[in-house]
């Protein structure tokens, strides 16, 4: 299959109109800045270990095919190729982690699974992570999701009762930017695969499959499960249902996932990118900061709105947190002392 190269492809042109808004209101809570500086080095080489070690590292020697599929998709996307590795956890996944230096993962069950363009949607997504640098925010996830950060938090005097709401407000703040990424990278997915049936079966396979009847999934029927799941808008306990079941989930509902994708299609985002009247120039792209792509004023608005009370929130925290980080830092210098 011939696929177009998305020459200097850059991120706002694919990107869900809420992700670099919410990645911005994000930025902006005072503890995210310090904790990035915490979990970067020490997580990425813990997982770079990890990966190493128990997982198979894919090469042009060791799953050629595979490999070769992975090189495409970052010729399309333009990208540089991170390492890859395959993982033998039985779930149909795959993820990026080491923001210094970038690694894919894919789960065997979900080679297993997926035809070619349904894998190269899959491998297209994770490298979107990549181009959009999404992966040291992603990082953010693990501590939050164990709840690390609480328990530093909480060591801190005068903090202990604080600590839970600040909590709260940054997991609000990140998982809201986590699930507009993810439809972001959906985006990438489709346009480094070109294929919008297989884009949505990738989708549809996500949200479940048996190996043993795969052959009888009907991505008909699961669009038209979006398009109910899409319906519940209208009733206000539906919205409230939703609001209250996305607490925490860092990746949005599986039908959502493929409402956008029909959006992206259907509204010419896709084609506009493919044949690249979105293309910016070099110099506008210098001159863009970071996080200014272009989005609605009522989508900007609404998210920051949205944000306010939880960058109010933590705005302690982070102090608390660097008086706790010393402290730590101190009796670590004092037992070395001790043992000399």
């Not at 190493?52 to 590292?57: D, E, I, T, Y």
């Not at 010729?75 to 210094?100: G, H, I, Q, R, W």
């Not at 994770?126 to 609480?150: F, R, T, V, W």
């Not at 604080?162 to 407000?169: H, L």
Request: net charge negative; with cysteine.
């Amino acid at each position: 299959m011939h696929r177009v190269i998305l020459h200097d492809l850059h991120p706002s042109e694919y990107e869900h109109p809420t992700d670099r808004v919410t990645l911005e209101v994000l930025r902006q809570i005072p503890l995210v800045p310090k904790l990035l500086e915490l979990i970067n080095i020490p997580q990425s080489m813990i997982r770079r270990t990890e990966l190493l070690g128990s997982n198979l590292r894919v090469n042009e020697r060791q799953l050629p095919s595979v490999y070769k599929m992975m090189r495409q998709a970052c010729e399309v996307m333009e990208v540089d190729e991170p390492l890859l590795y395959v993982s033998s956890a039985p779930e149909l996944n795959a993820f990026t982690t080491c923001p210094d230096k970038p690694i894919v993962c894919i789960h065997g069950d979900l080679l297993d699974a997926m035809e070619h363009n349904e894998i190269m949607f899959v491998i297209g997504h994770e490298l979107a992570h990549i181009k959009s640098q999404h992966i040291i925010y992603k990082m953010l996830g693990g501590i939050l999701a164990e709840n690390i950060l609480n328990t530093v938090l909480s060591t801190v005097p005068g903090l202990a009762t604080f600590s839970g709401a600040a909590v709260i407000a940054l997991n609000y703040a990140y998982f809201e930017w986590s699930r507009a990424a993810e439809f972001s990278c959906d985006r990438g997915g489709y346009l480094a695969c070109q294929d919008f049936g297989a884009s949505c079966k990738a989708l549809m396979k996500l949200a479940g499959a048996s190996k043993r009847y795969i052959n009888e999934l009907n991505l008909k029927e699961f669009i038209a499960q979006a398009r109910d799941f899409k319906d519940m808008d209208s009733s206000a306990l539906g919205v409230i249902q939703k609001v209250i079941l996305s607490y925490g989930r860092s990746h949005p509902w599986s039908v959502s996932r493929v409402n956008e994708l029909i959006n992206f299609y259907q509204t010419g985002g896709y084609n506009d990118v493919l044949h690249r009247k979105t293309l910016r120039d070099p110099a506008e792209i210098a001159a863009m900061p970071e996080t200014a792509y272009t989005t609605t004023p009522s989508i900007a608005d609404s998210a920051t709105e949205a944000f306010d009370k939880a960058s109010i929130i933590a705005k302690g925290a982070v102090t608390g947190l660097t008086k706790s980080l010393k402290k730590l830092a101190e009796k670590s210098d004092d037992s070395r002392t001790d043992e000399n």
